[in-house]
Every structure is written in structure tokens, then in C-alpha cells.
């Protein structure tokens, strides 16, 4: 059995950087992990990458070649991809062992996870190959500075867990940033009944009905939760790390430690 964390969210959401710094943590750890970068556009790495899409295709060649802007070659780039699964990504994966973590760093186009199927089959073949996948969901904490905003973050989460079919673990990313922890505490476990009082008094009465529906839908999926991350502190991607290994049932045998994070932090 293999493990392995498919990191998405929406562009410039911290994917990269929480990659790379994943892979210090764990070499300070003495864990070993594999990055792995599915994304065709990427040029500069923090990480060593050890399995790279670009070998497979090049998004410049095909921006040049059918005349696409970015975003259409990445998504031509992906299905060419789910297109090689079995050449391409089977013989990749040979290299990895049983037992082996890695982590795919995947582009940011919000399309890949929530109706291009390139991805889906990415999973799937992944789990013919063995592999317990998690899917691991970043949201830009600068961007939840109110309830209509944190709802959209939500929403476009969920279409992704929805879309893949995989536990899934959403990160509050960039935890650095936030001034007032004060203002982000209230989003990381709230109470549906208090987001749709918020809702209600942001938006007109006419919008009453759905935002019910949409506080119900967030609700029932039990999606109302993320994890903050803050990368400056080992202690914080320790305890993301372990909310995802459990997710995959990483380390069940053997006996993982799993470091106290910082009491202010209010984690549960
Ligand atoms: N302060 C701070 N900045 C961050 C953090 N994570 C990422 N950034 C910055 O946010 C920007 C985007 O980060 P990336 O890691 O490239 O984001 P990404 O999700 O991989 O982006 P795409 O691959 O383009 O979708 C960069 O300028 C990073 O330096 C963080 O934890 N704290
Ligand atoms: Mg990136």
C-alpha cells in the first residue's frame, strides 16, 4: 500500500510552498516523502521534484503547437496526461515502493476539480495502483474576511470533494498573514446557525431561501471545518500533517508521534 496527497485549491493558494515546506519538515523529521509536480506551467521549485508532468509535456509547445492560451493548454496538457496513465504514469510510479508517501502538486485552474474528469481518472489510477489518496484542499485565510466569502470557499471545495471521491482535508493556508486571529477563529469550526444569521444580514431578503439551502448543504456535508495552517511554526504542519495521515491511515502499525501544537492555536 502507497500513500499519497493530491494538493489543490484555487491559484495562489500556497500549494507550491506548502509542498516544499512539507518537505523540510519531514526531512528535519527524517520522514521520507516524494514531490511530485503535475503542473505543466510551473518553472522554479523549492522542492526536489521527483516525478515531473513536464517530462511527459510541455505547456509552451502546446500553447505554440494548437494555438491555446494558458489555462486552455493546461487543461489540453492534463487530459494528455489521463490520456498516458497507464504508459507514462504506471511506469513512473514503478520507482516508488510500497510504503512510499508522495505528494502531487497540482495547478491551481479550478476546473481540474470540479468538472475536467483528468484529474478523477489521475485518482482512480492511483488507487488501482495501490495507493490510500487524500485530497488536501487550500484556502487563502486572506480571502475569508467575511461570512459571503468563506461560504464561496466552501462551495468551490466541496465541488472538488464531490468531483474526486477522496477524504479530503481543507487547510486554511497563509496563517502568517492574519493580523487578527480573532476574525479567522470564528470560520474554523462555526456554528451553521451563526453563518446564516451573518448570511442573511450581508444579502437582501429575497436570498433568505438559499442561503438556508446553501448553510444546509455546507452543513450536511460536514464540510464547516479547516485546519489553520502556519508554516513559520513546525508545530502547525505537524498537526496538519497527522490530520491527513490519519485521513489515509498512514503509520496505524507503526507507532507515529504526534507532536502537541501550540495551545493558543485552538485546534480540535
Ligand atoms: N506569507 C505567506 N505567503 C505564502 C504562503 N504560502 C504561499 N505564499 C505566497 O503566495 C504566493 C503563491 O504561493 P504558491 O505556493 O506558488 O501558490 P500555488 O497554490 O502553488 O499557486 P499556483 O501553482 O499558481 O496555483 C507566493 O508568492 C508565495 O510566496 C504562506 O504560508 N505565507
Ligand atoms: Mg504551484
Known amino acids: 500500500m502507497g500513500y499519497a496527497q493530491l494538493v489543490i485549491g484555487p491559484a495562489g493558494s500556497g500549494k507550491s510552498t506548502y509542498c516544499s515546506s512539507l518537505y523540510q519538515h519531514c526531512e528535519a523529521t527524517r520522514r521520507t516523502i516524494h514531490i511530485v509536480n503535475l503542473d505543466p506551467a510551473a518553472e522554479n521549485f523549492d522542492y526536489p521534484v521527483a516525478i515531473d508532468i513536464r517530462e511527459l509535456i510541455s505547456l509552451d509547445d502546446v500553447m505554440e503547437e494548437y494555438g491555446l492560451g494558458p489555462n486552455g493548454a493546461l487543461i489540453y496538457c492534463m487530459e494528455h496526461l489521463e490520456e498516458n496513465l497507464d504508459e507514462w504514469l504506471t511506469e513512473e510510479l514503478e520507482n516508488y515502493m510500497e510504503d512510499d508517501y508522495l505528494v502531487f502538486d497540482c495547478p491551481g485552474q479550478i476546473e481540474l476539480f470540479s468538472?475536467?474528469?483528468a484529474l478523477k481518472n489521475f485518482v482512480?489510477?492511483?488507487?488501482?495502483?495501490n495507493f490510500n489518496v487524500c485530497a488536501v484542499y487550500l484556502l487563502d485565510s486572506q480571502f475569508i474576511t467575511d461570512v459571503t466569502k468563506f461560504i464561496s470557499g466552501c462551495m468551490s471545495s466541496?465541488?472538488?470533494?464531490?468531483?474526486?471521491?477522496?477524504?479530503?482535508?481543507?487547510?486554511?493556508s497563509k496563517m502568517d498573514l492574519v493580523t487578527r486571529k480573532r476574525d479567522i477563529e470564528d470560520?474554523?469550526?462555526?456554528?451553521?446557525m451563526t453563518l446564516l444569521s451573518e448570511l442573511n444580514?450581508?444579502?437582501?431578503?429575497q436570498f433568505q431561501k438559499l442561503n438556508k439551502a446553501l448553510i444546509?448543504?455546507?452543513?450536511?456535508?460536514?464540510?464547516?471545518?479547516?485546519?489553520?495552517?502556519?508554516?513559520r511554526k513546525e508545530s502547525s504542519i505537524q498537526?496538519?500533517?497527522?490530520?491527513?495521515?490519519?485521513?489515509?491511515q498512514y503509520?496505524?502499525?507503526?507507532d507515529v508521534k504526534i507532536k502537541d501544537f501550540d495551545e493558543d492555536e485552538d485546534q480540535d
Open 124 to 129: 482512480e489510477h492511483l488507487q488501482r495502483k
Open 187 to 192: 470560520y474554523l469550526n462555526p456554528e451553521p
Open 251 to 254: 503509520g496505524e502499525d507503526a
Open 201 to 205: 444580514k450581508r444579502m437582501g431578503p
Open 158 to 172: 466541496l465541488s472538488a470533494m464531490i468531483q474526486l471521491e477522496l477524504p479530503h482535508v481543507n487547510i486554511l
Open 115 to 117: 468538472h475536467v474528469s
Open 239 to 248: 498537526y496538519v500533517l497527522s490530520q491527513i495521515d490519519s485521513c489515509i
Open 216 to 231: 444546509d448543504l455546507v452543513d450536511q456535508y460536514s464540510m464547516v471545518s479547516f485546519v489553520p495552517l502556519d508554516l
